[in-house]
């Protein structure tokens, strides 16, 4: 990885933590908190964003065969329109952390915000490009999301979630307008807000 952060903990109890759905208009914001093993380094890691779909589907299966400890945690669309995106993404890291089998002694975690637990942690902006247990933290959350979405777009068909896993793209929008809102759909979000005064 380029630029790599350079953390004072250097023990093997580190782990990574990333969130992944805070723009789409639907769905579950996702997290993942991952413990790397340094006797099993995996190459390739890096911002979940910037590989190709089966790369990510590749990455994700060595992750979790060669992880000490991986886990993935989420909060649903009622938190995010009841506490707000970034309280919910935070609530999901914390569940990820929490649902680890083996503790972390320290954590990283990407962005500028921590949520508020009782961990020894740091905040790493970029860090999915600069740490590889932030970055594989990305992977797996970017993964776990995106499945989810597809397995939604039978259930919902004609947003074209398996497509656009609920980002605003321009066809999401326009079944919006034809379909209206579903269960799935984040009611706090300025776009569908719109939508719903509007019916």
């Known amino acids: 990885m380029k630029d790599v952060f350079e953390c004072g903990y250097k023990g093997s109890a580190l782990a990574g933590v990333d969130e992944v759905g805070r723009g789409p208009l639907a769905g579950s914001v996702v997290a993942a908190a991952v413990i790397l093993d340094p006797q ?39 938190e995010i329109d009841e506490l707000n995106i970034l309280q919910a993404s935070l609530l999901a890291m914390h569940r990820a952390v929490q649902a680890l089998q083996c503790q972390p002694e320290y954590i990283l975690v990407d962005g500028n915000r921590l949520p508020h637990w009782q961990y020894a ?60 809102v579903t269960p799935i759909h984040r009611r706090s979000f300025a776009p569908i807000k719109k939508i719903l005064a509007v019916c």
Do not use: C, M
Request: glycine letters at 10%; zero cysteines.
């Open 40 to 78: 099993l380094p995996i190459e390739g890691l890096r911002d979940s964003k910037k590989l190709t779909a089966s790369r990510r589907e590749t990455l994700a299966q060595l992750i979790r065969s060669r992880a000490l400890g991986w886990a993935i945690g989420s909060a649903s669309v009622a």
């Open 121 to 180: 942690s740091e905040a790493v902006v970029r860090g999915d490009d600069r740490v590889p247990a932030i970055a594989a933290a990305s992977i797996l959350a970017k993964v776990h999301r995106d499945n989810a979405l597809i397995a939604l777009d039978s259930v919902y068909p004609g947003y074209g979630f398996a497509s656009n896993k609920g980002y605003p793209t321009a066809a999401h929008l326009q079944a919006l307008g034809a379909l209206g």
